[in-house]
């Protein structure tokens, strides 16, 4: 089996719609994928009305969280999306984002950029607008060259020039609020230091002894020695290890199914999920 469990789509900062997500994971041959849109499950009901026979659809969400200033993701999957707790919680973030994002557009503007919020907006379109709609903006005027460059302190990066912030769950909370829906947590992507300054290990100790399932370890942005040594915490900690490539569609480089999560860690993830269960594609077109 190959299994990604972690893919953006159009519901918040990925350039796929959730229909095309998934049929072009059926595509790239993948058995299972996971939508993980920010902090939204708005995507859910459109992927599967077309999830394609072969391919089995994880529901989920990435949340933003923040500890001791410190920007992270928590993936939640598998989760009752009804639970009203983490239903207000959900939308609290989401209703703060735009906000966030015009008053990113004008830091931007006072740094002479030539941006618009009518730009970001029509980039952004139905999803649940973040920084890779604004850092997208930026490589259609010029500024950047890429995505990823704009994820600087000189530019969108935590603290960066054009930073604002935004409302985030403690992590610690999420974990919570998952667990009380029903759903498994992993923390996405904890050593990915480029992006900025990352958790520590004391804190995903502390993390897992509150109750997080997992790590998110095979990702684009960890290197071999950095896998090498989340593997080991991981298992020191008693924590699941994931895989996942973090699609984001043509917003990014990476592609469908670049990192997977091994079929045992997988079923461990199902079997502890409550709230919800996958669900198998039952027709339309496959690969």
């Given at each position: 089996m190959?299994?990604?469990?972690?893919?953006?789509?159009?519901?918040?900062?990925?350039?796929?719609?959730?229909a095309?997500?998934?049929?072009?994971?059926?595509?790239?041959?993948?058995?299972v994928?996971?939508?993980?849109?920010?902090?939204?499950v708005g995507?859910?009901?459109?992927?599967?009305?077309?999830?394609?026979?072969?391919?089995t659809?994880?529901?989920?969400?990435?949340?933003?969280c923040?500890?001791?200033?410190?920007?992270t993701?928590?993936?939640?999957?598998?989760?009752?999306?009804?639970?009203?707790?983490?239903s207000?919680?959900?939308?609290?973030v989401?209703?703060?984002?735009t906000?966030?994002?015009?008053?990113?557009?004008a830091?931007?503007?006072?740094?002479?950029?030539?941006?618009?919020?009518?730009?970001?907006?029509?980039i952004?379109?139905?999803?649940?607008?973040?920084?890779?709609?604004?850092?997208?903006?930026?490589?259609?005027?010029?500024?950047v060259?890429?995505?990823?460059?704009?994820?600087?302190?000189?530019?969108?990066?935590?603290?960066?020039?054009?930073y604002?912030?935004?409302h985030?769950?403690?992590?610690?909370?999420?974990?919570?609020?998952?667990?009380?829906?029903?759903?498994?947590?992993?923390l996405?992507h904890?050593?990915?230091?480029?992006?900025?300054?990352?958790?520590?290990?004391?804190d995903?100790?502390?993390?897992?002894?509150?109750g997080?399932d997992?790590?998110?370890?095979?990702?684009?942005?960890?290197?071999?020695?950095?896998?090498?040594?989340?593997r080991?915490?991981?298992?020191?900690?008693?924590?699941l290890?994931?895989?996942?490539?973090?699609?984001?569609?043509?917003?990014?480089?990476?592609?469908?199914?670049?990192?997977?999560?091994d079929?045992?860690?997988?079923g461990?993830?199902?079997?502890?999920?409550?709230?919800?269960?996958?669900?198998?594609?039952a027709?339309g077109?496959g690969?």
């Amino acid at each position: 089996m190959r299994i990604d469990l972690h893919a953006h789509s159009t519901a918040s900062d990925g350039t796929d719609t959730p229909a095309e997500l998934v049929l072009n994971a059926a595509r790239a041959g993948l058995d299972v994928v996971a939508l993980t849109d920010h902090d939204t499950v708005g995507g859910h009901a459109e992927a599967l009305a077309v999830l394609p026979a072969g391919l089995t659809l994880v529901t989920g969400a990435e949340l933003s969280c923040r500890l001791d200033g410190i920007g992270t993701h928590m993936l939640a999957y598998l989760f009752d999306p009804r639970e009203p707790e983490f239903s207000r919680e959900r939308e609290l973030v989401r209703d703060d984002r735009t906000p966030r994002a015009q008053a990113m557009v004008a830091k931007l503007r006072a740094l002479g950029v030539d941006i618009t919020w009518e730009r970001v907006a029509r980039i952004a379109g139905d999803g649940s607008v973040g920084r890779p709609h604004l850092a997208t903006a930026l490589v259609e005027l010029g500024v950047v060259a890429t995505v990823s460059d704009a994820f600087t302190p000189e530019w969108l990066a935590d603290g960066g020039r054009a930073y604002a912030g935004k409302h985030e769950l403690n992590p610690f909370d999420a974990v919570r609020l998952v667990k009380a829906a029903g759903g498994v947590t992993v923390l996405a992507h904890p050593a990915a230091v480029k992006r900025g300054r990352c958790v520590s290990e004391a804190d995903i100790a502390a993390l897992a002894d509150a109750g997080l399932d997992g790590i998110e370890v095979d990702h684009m942005d960890h290197d071999a020695g950095t896998r090498a040594r989340l593997r080991g915490l991981a298992a020191d900690l008693g924590l699941l290890v994931t895989g996942s490539s973090d699609y984001h569609g043509s917003r990014k480089t990476c592609r469908l199914g670049e990192y997977t999560t091994d079929p045992e860690i997988y079923g461990e993830i199902t079997r502890r999920a409550t709230g919800a269960f996958p669900v198998p594609g039952a027709g339309g077109p496959g690969r």
